[in-house]
């Protein structure tokens, strides 16, 4: 059986002055700064703007922290802000294959042109907790590879050289993408 809540307007000013006090914490810890998030959390900045559709680091930073850290509540925040703004332009198609790289895995191609790069990644860890990390310490400089300017050939553009896959279609240069949000 529903029940509607009661309280009106005063109990939702009262939880949300309740959600502050939860989001604030200690009050003797200094609280987080935007640049402190954009920064050290950048994985979960990066997912906020990818899932939102919104490319604004210090915007995603401050949803995290309104979120409380729950990501999933950030990106509603950002997609709900988002909606406020005007669309006034679209992203053009750009050629990858002259992207510079962190990294690139291929399930296709052991010996990929270019070759393989593994870039900062979790997949080779062993998923432990690492207690180094609460000490605070100076983290090493990591290795550099040699030829860091090295445009990467797409996977597909081999494959389609090969003949094993049909070329991507042209687009008409006036074409206009339709709005799908």
């Known amino acids: 059986m529903y029940v509607a809540v009661k309280g009106g307007e005063a109990a939702i000013a009262n939880a949300h002055a309740l959600l502050a006090d939860r989001r604030r914490g200690d009050r003797s810890v200094p609280a987080l700064r935007l640049d402190q998030i954009v920064e050290q959390l950048a994985l979960g ?23 409380r850290g729950d990501m ?8 709900a ?5 005007p669309r006034f332009g679209y992203t053009r198609a750009i050629d ?17 042109p270019g070759g393989q790069l593994l870039g900062p990644t979790f997949d080779y860890t062993h998923r432990l907790l690492d207690p180094e990390l609460a000490a605070g310490g100076d983290v090493a400089e990591p290795l550099q590879r040699a030829s860091e300017a090295e445009a990467m050939p797409r996977v597909s553009a081999i ?20 709005d799908i949000t």
Do not use: C, N, W
């Open 81 to 85: 802000y988002r909606t406020t703004l």
């Open 96 to 112: 990858t294959g002259a992207m510079l790289v962190e990294r690139r895995v291929s399930a296709t191609y052991k010996d990929l």
């Open 45 to 67: 900045v990066d997912r906020v703007m990818s899932e939102g559709s919104l490319y604004d680091r210090e915007l995603a930073a401050l949803a995290i922290v309104q979120a």
């Open 159 to 178: 494959l389609a050289r090969e003949g094993l896959i049909e070329p991507d279609g042209d687009m008409p240069q006036d074409h206009v993408p339709g």
């Open 72 to 79: 999933i509540e950030a990106i509603f925040l950002v997609r």
